[in-house]
């Protein structure tokens, strides 16, 4: 079975750092775009950032932008979210997703994590 799995996630005060990390597995050959998006109470669930397949290509929330860093381990299908200087507004569900996979069970266009919660508090 293909699956995500985040880990990492947990209670820091505002000024603090964590670092999530998303592992695919189940036959898993390739994954084209890896990336990690949030959802907070009551809001939409949101991009915070994505990284191509070959590790050049990043996107970040504006929000992000200079305090998080995305970064990924294809020999271990694994993505990693560096998050720096936190904010209370940062509290959320942060969510792995995967699109594009290649597995030996066939393509997968996307697939999500379960999600792992943040909590910053001031």
């Known amino acids: 079975q293909v699956q995500l799995g985040e880990s990492g996630g947990g209670s820091v005060q505002a000024g603090g750092s964590l670092r999530l990390s998303c592992a695919a597995s189940?036959?898993?050959?390739?994954?084209?775009?890896m990336g990690w998006y949030r959802q907070a109470p009551g809001k939409e669930r949101d991009m915070v950032a994505t990284?191509?397949?070959?590790?050049?290509?990043?996107t970040y929330a504006e929000s992000v932008k200079g305090r998080f860093a995305i970064s990924r381990d294809n020999a271990k299908n694994t993505v990693y979210l560096e998050m720096n200087s936190l904010k209370p507004e940062d509290t959320a569900v942060y969510y792995c997703?995967?699109?594009?996979?290649?597995?030996?069970?066939?393509?997968?266009?996307?697939?999500w994590g379960q999600g792992t919660l943040v909590t910053v508090s001031s």
């Open positions: 990284i191509a397949r070959g590790g050049a290509r990043t």
């Open positions: 997703n995967a699109n594009g996979m290649a597995t030996t069970t066939g393509w997968y266009g996307e697939l």
């Open positions: 189940g036959g898993i050959f390739s994954i084209n775009v």
